[in-house]
C-alpha cells in the first residue's frame, strides 16, 4: 500500500531557516516534494500550477507581507494547511482569522514546528 506524500511549500527569506525547516521535513516520511521559495509574488505564482498540502510561511517578506497569501488562499478557497512560523506574534489572531491552521513563534517554537508537520 503506497503511502500518501504531503507536498511542502516553505516561504521563507532567510535562507538559514529554510535550510533548517527544509533538512528536518526530509527526515518525515510523510512529505513529499519540498519547495522553498523566499518572496511573497514567487508563492502566489506557485499556487497557479502546483498543489500544496502544508505552507509554512513567514510574514516578513522582502516584496510583502505573508498576511497577502494567506487572504488570496482564502478568497481563492484553495484547501492548504498554512502554519505561520514569524516573529510577528502580534499578528497570530489574524493570521488565525485568515486562515492559518497554527502560528508558531520563530523566535522558541521550531521544535514545535517541526512536530506539527510531523503530525499533519
Known sequence: MKS???????????????????????????????????????????????IFDLVILDLKLPDGHGIELLK??????IETKVFVFSVSTELKTFCLKYG???????????DKLIEAITNV
Open 4 to 50: 500518501i506524500k504531503n507536498n511542502l511549500l516553505i516561504v521563507e527569506d532567510n535562507s538559514f531557516v529554510g535550510k533548517c525547516i527544509t533538512d528536518a521535513a526530509n527526515e518525515i516520511s510523510s512529505i513529499g516534494d519540498i519547495h522553498v521559495i523566499e518572496s511573497l509574488q514567487g508563492a502566489i505564482s506557485l499556487f497557479e500550477d502546483t
Open 72 to 77: 488570496i488562499l482564502k478568497e481563492k478557497q
Open 100 to 110: 492559518a491552521l497554527a502560528f508558531f513563534d520563530k523566535a522558541k517554537d521550531f
